[in-house]
C-alpha cells in the first residue's frame, strides 16, 4: 500500500520555552524511531514542532527530499502531510466516527490518499463503531479510530505521542499490535514518543534518547 | 384574545428585537471571539465597553445615542446626509437601542462557549489538512454554535423587554416605537388600560421566560458535548 522503507527523517530544532530549553538532532530511518526519556522533557514539543503546531526557533526539519521547516521555510501543518496520533485521541466531538475518520481524507489530494475507507476500518477493525460519537467509545476504541483518522489522511510519517498512556493493560496490547502492523505492514515510518521502557523495548526499531 | 392594536404591538417588538439581534451578531461574535483569544492592547476597554450598557442606567445610553444618532449628532448628521437615514423617532432607532442594551449578554454568552472550546482540537483538525479558516468553519464554529444560539435566544429576550433607552432615544410613539414595555407603561397612564397591562404583562412573561429555558437548554447541550469529550 505504500512504501515508505526508503523514507529519511531528518531532525536538528532548538526552541526555547520560558526558562527551559528543547533542543533535538537525530536522523531517523524506517520503522518505528522511539523519542524515548522522562516526563517533561519536551517529547511533546518536539512532536510538535514537527507537525508544524510548534515554531521551533532555529534548525531544519526534512522529511525524505521534502524540507517542513528551514530558516526559509516554514510548512503550515496542512501542508506537511504528518499523522498525528494524540495521547488524548483528540477527535472531534461534535462529529460522528465516520466523519471523524474521513475528516483529512476528503481534504487530502487523490495522488495523496494511499488507504480508503475500507481499508482502514478493516485493519483497525472499527466497522461497528462508525454510527457512533466519540464521547461513547472506550479509551482503547477512540485510539483505534485516532490511528485511523491520521492514517486516512494519507501521511509520509505518523506521529505518535504516548498514545498508550490512557488505556488498561489489555488495551496496551491490542494497540500495540495495530502499531507493529503500520510499522511491518504498511511500513509507514513512525516517531513514536514514550517514557515506558518495555513499550519501546517491544515497538522500537531504534531509540532515541531524549533528556536532560 | 388580542386586539388589533395589541397584535400589532407584539408584531412590531418582534420586528426591532429581530433586526437587534441579527444586526449585532457578527459584531458580537467578532468582539467574543477577540476577547476570548487574543491579547491586544485596548483589550481591557473594549470589554468594559461592551459592559458599560449592562451597568449604566439606560436612560443614559439613551441620551447618549440621542447626542450620537440625533440629526446633529456625529454619527446621525452623516446617516442623514450620505444616506437620507434618521433614526431618531423611528423603529430601526429602536432597534439600535435594543441592540446596545443586548450587546453585552451577547458578547458574555458566546465569548463563554468560545472559551470552552479545546484549542487543540483545531491543531488536530490543520494536521488533517485543514487550512485555518476550514478549521474555524468545520471545528471551532460548531463547536460555539450552542452559545451562538443561546446569545441570539436572550439577546433577543433582552431587546423586546428594553425600555428606558429606547423611550428616551425614540419617544413612546404608536406603531412606530411602542413596543411591548413602552405600551404597558402607556396603558398604565389611561384608566381603564388594567385588562390590557394584565394581557401585554402575561405575554412578556411568557417570552421572557421561553426564552430563558431555550437558553438554559442550549447551554446544557454545549455542557453535554464538552465533558463527553474531556473523559
Given at each position: 500500500m505504500w512504501d515508505g522503507a526508503r523514507m529519511t527523517i531528518e531532525i536538528d530544532v532548538e526552541k526555547r520555552r520560558g526558562d527551559r530549553m528543547i533542543a533535538a538532532r537525530f536522523t531517523a530511518g524506517p520503522g518505528l524511531t522511539a523519542l524515548f526519556g522522562?516526563?517533561?522533557?519536551?517529547k511533546t514539543s518536539i512532536l510538535d514542532m514537527v507537525a508544524g503546531l510548534l515554531r521551533p526557533d532555529r534548525g531544519h526539519i526534512r522529511i525524505g527530499d521534502r524540507t517542513l521547516f528551514d530558516a526559509a521555510t516554514d510548512l503550515p501543518p496542512e501542508a506537511r502531510r504528518i499523522g498525528y496520533v494524540f495521547q488524548d485521541g483528540r477527535l472531534f466531538p461534535h462529529k460522528r466516527v465516520r466523519a471523524n475518520l474521513t475528516y483529512g481524507h476528503e481534504l487530502a489530494p487523490t495522488a495523496n490518499r494511499w488507504m480508503t475507507l475500507d481499508e482502514a476500518v478493516g485493519f483497525l477493525g472499527i466497522d461497528h463503531l462508525?454510527?457512533?460519537?466519540?464521547?461513547?467509545?472506550s479509551g482503547g476504541e477512540a485510539q483505534r479510530v485516532a490511528i485511523g483518522r491520521a492514517l486516512l489522511a494519507g501521511p509520509d510519517i505518523l506521529l505518535m505521542d504516548e498514545?498508550?498512556?490512557?488505556?488498561d493493560a489489555a488495551r496496551r496490547g491490542d494497540i500495540m499490535a495495530v502499531i507493529e502492523r503500520i510499522r511491518d505492514d504498511l511500513k509507514l515510518p513512525i516517531l513514536y514518543v514514550s517514557h515506558d521502557r518495555a513499550e519501546v523495548d517491544r515497538l522500537a526499531t531504534s531509540v532515541v534518547a531524549i533528556g536532560e | 384574545m388580542l386586539s388589533a392594536e395589541e397584535w400589532g404591538i407584539v408584531a412590531l417588538s418582534l420586528k426591532v428585537g429581530g433586526l437587534a439581534v441579527l444586526a449585532t451578531l457578527p459584531l458580537a461574535f467578532v468582539i467574543a471571539w477577540a476577547l476570548a483569544r487574543y491579547r491586544f492592547p485596548g483589550r481591557m476597554l473594549v470589554d468594559a465597553l461592551v459592559h458599560l450598557p449592562l451597568v449604566l442606567p439606560p436612560v443614559v445610553t439613551g441620551w447618549l445615542l440621542l447626542i450620537a444618532f440625533g440629526p446633529l449628532g456625529p454619527i446621525g448628521g452623516w446617516l442623514e446626509r450620505w444616506f437620507g437615514v434618521t433614526l431618531m423617532f423611528r423603529w430601526t432607532g429602536a432597534a439600535l437601542a435594543a441592540a446596545i442594551m443586548a450587546l453585552p449578554l451577547m458578547v458574555r454568552a458566546m465569548r463563554l462557549s468560545i472559551e470552552g472550546i479545546d484549542r487543540r482540537l483545531e491543531g488536530a483538525a490543520r494536521t488533517l489538512g485543514a487550512g485555518r479558516w476550514h478549521a474555524f468553519r468545520t471545528i471551532s464554529l460548531p463547536l460555539a454554535l450552542p452559545g451562538i444560539l443561546a446569545a441570539l435566544v436572550l439577546g433577543f429576550a433582552r431587546s423586546i423587554g428594553e425600555f428606558g433607552a429606547t423611550i428616551t432615544f425614540v419617544s413612546n410613539i404608536p406603531g412606530e416605537t411602542r413596543t411591548l414595555p413602552l405600551a404597558i407603561y402607556s396603558a398604565l397612564q389611561v384608566p381603564g388600560g388594567e385588562a390590557m397591562v394584565t394581557r401585554l404583562a402575561l405575554l412578556s412573561v411568557a417570552l421572557s421566560l421561553g426564552a430563558l429555558l431555550a437558553s438554559e437548554w442550549l447551554v446544557r447541550r454545549s455542557h453535554v458535548g464538552r465533558r463527553a469529550h474531556d473523559d
Open positions: 522522562p516526563s517533561g522533557a519536551g462508525l454510527g457512533r460519537w466519540p464521547q461513547s467509545l498514545p498508550l498512556a490512557s488505556l | -
